[in-house]
């Protein structure tokens, strides 16, 4: 890996840590060769502290690791971006990540709709006379009618989503498995579970 420890006259480079599996940005350091080549060595993160000034390995005194994965380097050479498998919280304020965020996988828009779900699941545990107009909502009324009828709306969804499956029609096979995909969260979310439950498991078996 050629990279460019000169562009910078203290001949350091900004080394960004991101989670191997949640893709969180967890943390940015900096590295020289050195301490580069010790990271190699270890598979153990080591930067170069520009305060201690000296090498540091993170986790050296409170044993949460980051434990190397790889290591790839930007388009100007100067740059690095390190995934890690990171044991224990990696700020020294006791927090998942530098910017007190939790070090949890974002599935992008499936996620915000899992937000969504549970907060209509919410509203199913508030009593009936007590919500709003504008509070009620197909997914509240699944709730309402409890797991047996969830169960059975992505039972229902899943057999079209065979039937368009074997025919031609591009479009409604999609619609059809965005109804399943979205009845399935609800299932998950009706059984205390989230979409990051199935994905450790899928995980694991690979």
């Given at each position: 890996m050629d990279i460019d420890f000169n562009k910078n006259a203290d001949g350091l480079v900004?080394?960004?840590?991101?989670?191997?599996?949640?893709?969180?940005?967890?943390?940015?350091?900096?590295?020289?060769?050195?301490?580069?080549?010790?990271?190699?060595?270890t598979k153990k993160v080591t930067f170069y502290s520009r305060s201690k000034k000296r090498l540091w390995t993170k986790g050296e005194e409170s044993g949460n690791f980051l434990e190397l994965v790889n290591i790839k380097l930007d388009c100007d050479r100067d740059t690095l971006l390190v995934h890690v498998n990171p044991v224990g919280p990696v700020c020294h304020k006791g927090t998942d990540t530098c910017w007190a965020e939790d070090n949890e996988a974002d599935y992008g828009f499936l996620s915000k709709l899992e937000g969504i779900i549970e907060s209509r699941r919410k509203l199913s545990e508030t009593e009936p006379d007590l919500r709003k107009e504008n509070e009620s909502s197909y997914v509240v009324s699944l709730f309402d009618n409890g797991i047996n009828k969830i169960a059975q709306k992505v039972g229902e969804e899943a057999v079209e989503t065979v039937i368009e499956a074997k025919d031609s029609n591009d479009e409604l096979f999609l619609n059809e498995s965005a109804d399943l995909l979205f009845h399935y969260l609800i299932l998950l979310k009706a059984k205390g579970f989230?979409?990051?439950?199935?994905?450790?498991?899928?995980?694991?078996?690979?």
């Amino acid at each position: 890996m050629d990279i460019d420890f000169n562009k910078n006259a203290d001949g350091l480079v900004p080394a960004v840590i991101q989670d191997a599996n949640t893709k969180k940005v967890l943390m940015l350091g900096y590295m020289n060769e050195e301490a580069f080549l010790k990271t190699n060595k270890t598979k153990k993160v080591t930067f170069y502290s520009r305060s201690k000034k000296r090498l540091w390995t993170k986790g050296e005194e409170s044993g949460n690791f980051l434990e190397l994965v790889n290591i790839k380097l930007d388009c100007d050479r100067d740059t690095l971006l390190v995934h890690v498998n990171p044991v224990g919280p990696v700020c020294h304020k006791g927090t998942d990540t530098c910017w007190a965020e939790d070090n949890e996988a974002d599935y992008g828009f499936l996620s915000k709709l899992e937000g969504i779900i549970e907060s209509r699941r919410k509203l199913s545990e508030t009593e009936p006379d007590l919500r709003k107009e504008n509070e009620s909502s197909y997914v509240v009324s699944l709730f309402d009618n409890g797991i047996n009828k969830i169960a059975q709306k992505v039972g229902e969804e899943a057999v079209e989503t065979v039937i368009e499956a074997k025919d031609s029609n591009d479009e409604l096979f999609l619609n059809e498995s965005a109804d399943l995909l979205f009845h399935y969260l609800i299932l998950l979310k009706a059984k205390g579970f989230q979409l990051k439950d199935v994905v450790k498991i899928l995980r694991e078996r690979h």
